[in-house]
């Protein structure tokens, strides 16, 4: 995370939303407006151990006040447990100012999916649809309906909001309910890998640049386990690197002190976006619709790699 980009916020309140998730509200040192965001931004929360982890700002962007995040505590979550368990009102936290990979764009309809946690970018959306008189749907998939964060507020912005619950039955079939939709519909999913993956199989029908996922974490696929090496030429140093079969773009640049800032590590922040100006791109980020990545201008230096010999980056 760039130090350039650096923000040092106070943690004023803890609210618990659910069992096992809590909201929390940061706000300036001194009470000074933040930088500005738009419904699907998210920010990175560095940890005092350096660990950096991203959430989605799930506030109202009208209110510079304050950035609120939902954090659930996850059994496998280093960062999620500490949160929960260290964190106090008062508690000076360092994030980075908002990026957004899942902006929302301007329609008259939006079929919103949400599952658990997922919600959280997806709450300033349905704020800005109601506002800009859109007609919208928000199908809100759980476990159990009492484990729904942010119900309520979602309930309270005047679309319709339909909860599916496993537990009473009431699972959301995917297929049948992306089977028809209006053509001028934008669809936004958020929500744990299963349910990514099964609204992405079944909105292929979609027209192209309607159907837009937020990826909390770095999706897996067998065929990112193996690949072989290549080379990289970047345009402005006049620098040629060899990437190895075992380490990422990002590792070797920083090896040769070529400057590129990095977050997530997983192609799923956008932190280390640049452009290619030659060769092919073997696309393995979690950001970029299948349209980005077919246009190769860009890649996600932490994971993607290359399907030519050579990569001619913008470095």
Request: with cysteine; aromatic share 6%.
């Amino acid at each position: 995370m760039s130090s350039l980009d650096n923000l040092t916020l106070r943690l004023r309140r803890i609210t618990w939303e659910t069992e096992g998730v809590i909201s929390l509200d940061l706000s300036a040192l001194d009470g000074s407006d933040l930088p500005g965001f738009a419904p699907g931004a998210h920010i990175d929360l560095q940890m005092q151990d350096g660990q950096i982890r991203q959430y989605s700002l799930c506030g109202d962007p009208a209110d510079r006040s304050t950035y609120r995040i939902g954090v659930k505590a996850v059994a496998s979550g280093n960062v999620s447990r500490a949160i929960h368990r260290d964190l106090r009102v008062g508690t000076l936290l360092t994030v980075s100012a908002p990026r957004n990979n899942f902006e929302l764009r301007p329609a008259p309809n939006y079929l919103f999916i949400a599952g658990g946690i997922g919600i959280t970018p997806i709450l300033p959306m349905l704020r800005a649809a109601t506002q800009a008189g859109a007609k919208w749907t928000l199908l809100f998939c759980v476990r159990h309906h009492e484990e729904a964060p942010f119900l309520a507020e979602a309930q309270a912005m005047g679309g319709e909001v339909v909860l599916h619950s496993s537990a009473l039955g009431t699972r959301l079939d995917v297929a049948a309910r992306l089977a028809d939709a209006p053509a001028d519909t934008q669809l936004y999913c958020c929500g744990p890998q299963a349910l990514m993956e099964d609204v992405e199989t079944h909105s292929r029908h979609w027209p192209q640049g309607h159907v837009h996922f937020e990826w909390f974490a770095a999706r897996s696929r067998p065929e990112d386990e193996v690949s072989g090496g290549f080379e990289i030429f970047c345009a402005q140093t006049g620098v040629t690197l060899v990437v190895p079969p075992d380490k990422s773009v990002t590792q070797i640049l920083a090896e040769a002190g070529i400057n590129l800032s990095t977050s997530c590590e997983q192609g799923i922040c956008g932190t280390c976006e640049c452009r290619v100006l030659e060769g092919v791109v073997d696309h393995r980020d979690s950001i970029l619709s299948t349209a980005e990545q077919e246009s190769n201008a860009i890649m996600m230096a932490c994971v993607s790699r290359a399907k030519t010999p050579r990569l001619v980056l913008d470095l």
